[in-house]
T-cell receptor
Framework: RKEVEQDPGPFNVPEGATVAFNCTYSNSASQSFFWYRQDCRKEPKLLMSVYSSGNEDGRFTAQLNRASQYISLLIRDSKLSDSATYLCVVNRGSWGKLQFGAGTQVVVTP | EADIYQTPRYLVIGTGKKITLECSQTMGHDKMYWYQQDPGMELHLIHYSYGVNSTEKGDLSSESTVSRIRTEHFPLTLESARPSHTSQYLC?????????????FGPGTRLTVT
C-alpha cells in the first residue's frame, strides 16, 4: 500500500463549478499536511498547508480528518487557471522528509 | 516565490558523459533535497541533506552522488550518464527551525541522455 494515495482523475470541471477530492495517508504519526499544485512539466508549488481545524485560502478549502486519515481539497468557482495536478503531501517522521502522492489531475473547461 | 535555482534547465547529452546538475538557494535553508520525476509519475526522493557536510540517500536508488560543501549549494553528479537517467530532476529546500516541513522547489532540470 502506498503511503499517500490519490485518485488520479482527471476531474473534468466546468468553469465556475466546485470540485472536491481526497487523499488518504497510511502513517498515523504524520503531523504536517500540504497540498501542492503542479502544472504540466513544471515544479510543484505549495498551494496550502492543512491544519487540524481545516483552513481556507480564497477559493480553496482544505480539511484534515485524522481519525480516518484523509485530507481533502475543495475548489470553489473553478477558473481555467486551476487546471493542474494537485499533489497531496504528508511529512514522514520528524526529520523533514515529505511523501508526495501521485497527484489528482483537474481539468477546468470553458 | 522561492529563491531556488537550478541549472541547466534542459540538458541533452550522450551516453557515458559526466554531468553535474546545479542547485542553489538564497533562503539560508538548512535542508535540501533532490527528487526524480518521470512524466506523469510521482516524485521520488533520491538524495537529501541535513546541512553542510551531511548527505543521505533517499528512497529511490540512484547512481548519482551529491555534495553539500556550502549551505546554499547542493549539486548532483552523474559520473557516466545512461539513457535510463533520462528524467526530470527537481531540487528543493526547507527550513527546519520554523518547525514546519514545507519544501520549496527549483524549476527543475530536464535531462535527456542519448
Amino acid at each position: 500500500r502506498k503511503e499517500v494515495e490519490q485518485d488520479p482523475g482527471p476531474f473534468n470541471v466546468p468553469e465556475g463549478a466546485t470540485v472536491a477530492f481526497n487523499c488518504t495517508y497510511s502513517n498515523s504519526a504524520s503531523q504536517s499536511f500540504f497540498w501542492y499544485r503542479q502544472d504540466c512539466r513544471k515544479e510543484p508549488k505549495l498551494l496550502m498547508s492543512v491544519y487540524s481545524s481545516g483552513n481556507e485560502d480564497g477559493r480553496f478549502t482544505a480539511q484534515l480528518n485524522r481519525a480516518s486519515q484523509y485530507i481533502s481539497l475543495l475548489i470553489r468557482d473553478s477558473k481555467l487557471s486551476d487546471s493542474a495536478t494537485y499533489l497531496c503531501v504528508v511529512n514522514r517522521g520528524s526529520w523533514g522528509k515529505l511523501q508526495f502522492g501521485a497527484g489528482t489531475q483537474v481539468v477546468v473547461t470553458p | 516565490e522561492a529563491d531556488i535555482y537550478q541549472t541547466p534547465r534542459y540538458l541533452v547529452i550522450g551516453t557515458g558523459k559526466k554531468i553535474t546538475l546545479e542547485c542553489s538557494q538564497t533562503m539560508g535553508h538548512d535542508k535540501m533535497y533532490w527528487y526524480q520525476q518521470d512524466p506523469g509519475m510521482e516524485l521520488h526522493l533520491i538524495h537529501y541533506s541535513y546541512g553542510v557536510n551531511s548527505t543521505e540517500k533517499g528512497d529511490l536508488s540512484s547512481e548519482s552522488t551529491v555534495s553539500r560543501i556550502r549551505t546554499e549549494h547542493f549539486p548532483l553528479t552523474l559520473e557516466s550518464a545512461r539513457p535510463s537517467h533520462t528524467s526530470q530532476y527537481l531540487c528543493a529546500s526547507s527550513e527546519s527551525s520554523r518547525g514546519s516541513y514545507e519544501q520549496y522547489f527549483g524549476p527543475g532540470t530536464r535531462l535527456t541522455v542519448t
